[in-house]
């Protein structure tokens, strides 16, 4: 089993649907968790985290991490075109593991106008 | 501009070959990483650096070696022994500091494709 499930999709929407994606772990001493976005082709971009458990809003995003499930959410509001790419989760351990991150294997998602 | 540059942006290697891959940071960052990608299994670490001339194993290091000469440069050799090397390969920085609560940026370049062939 792997330390960090997400489910690859591919994920495909409507413009303006609210989008939910999921990541599921196994590692109880994970402390930050991450949600990196990848467009096409390039290297991914922090798109948000949040440390511990607890909810963190950005904008139209959303993060959510149940530690006690071992879940977090990344939801995305009003979702449009430009927010087609590939998102992935990451997870760090802190400590003697910090900035040693563990991804999941990333959710394609494509938001049609 | 301040950044990450990895070079080349594609690579051909014939199977048995060593291959060196570029990467260079004029962030002034003090942690440098290399990740592998494959369709489906995510970002793997392969190596990663915290300072100069020390360089830690990562999850999948076999088959691979890295230097840490320079701040700047953290160039990756992927190995003849490195069984199935044809993959994405991504290299991030970020400043190295520890603050609770607070993640360490990693920021990541535009990445290498390696084919062998």
């Known amino acids: 089993q792997k330390e960090v499930e997400q489910d690859p999709g591919p994920l495909s929407v409507p413009e303006g649907a609210i989008v939910s994606l999921n990541c599921t772990y196994s590692?109880?001493?994970?402390?930050?968790f991450m949600w990196y976005r990848q467009y096409s082709r390039k290297g991914p971009e922090l798109l948000m985290y949040t440390y511990s458990s607890g909810n963190k809003e950005d904008g139209r995003f959303t993060a959510q991490v149940d530690k006690s499930s071992k879940y977090i959410s990344l939801f995305i509001r009003d979702s449009q075109p430009s927010d087609s790419a590939t998102y992935l989760c990451?997870?760090?351990?802190?400590?003697?593991?910090?900035?040693?991150?563990?991804f999941g294997q990333g959710t394609i998602l494509t938001v049609h106008p | 501009d301040g950044g990450i540059t990895q070079s080349p942006k594609y690579l051909f290697r014939k199977e048995g070959q060593n291959v060196t891959l570029s990467c260079e940071q004029n962030?002034?960052?003090?942690?440098m990483y290399w990740y592998r990608q494959d369709p489906g299994q995510g970002l793997r670490l392969i190596y990663y650096s915290q300072i100069v001339n020390d360089f830690q194993k990562g999850d999948i290091a076999e088959g691979y070696s890295v230097s840490r000469e320079k701040k700047e440069s953290f160039p990756l050799t992927v190995t003849s022994a490195q069984k199935n090397p044809t993959a994405f390969y991504l290299c991030?920085?970020?400043?190295?500091?520890?603050?609770?609560?607070?993640?360490?940026?990693?920021?990541f370049g535009p990445g290498t494709r390696l084919t062998v062939l």
């Open positions: 962030l002034n960052h003090d942690a």
């Open positions: 990451a997870m760090d351990a802190g400590g003697t593991s910090y900035g040693k991150l563990t």
């Open positions: 590692n109880s001493a994970f402390q930050y």
């Open positions: 991030a920085s970020s400043k190295g500091s520890r603050q609770r609560e607070k993640v360490d940026t990693q920021y």
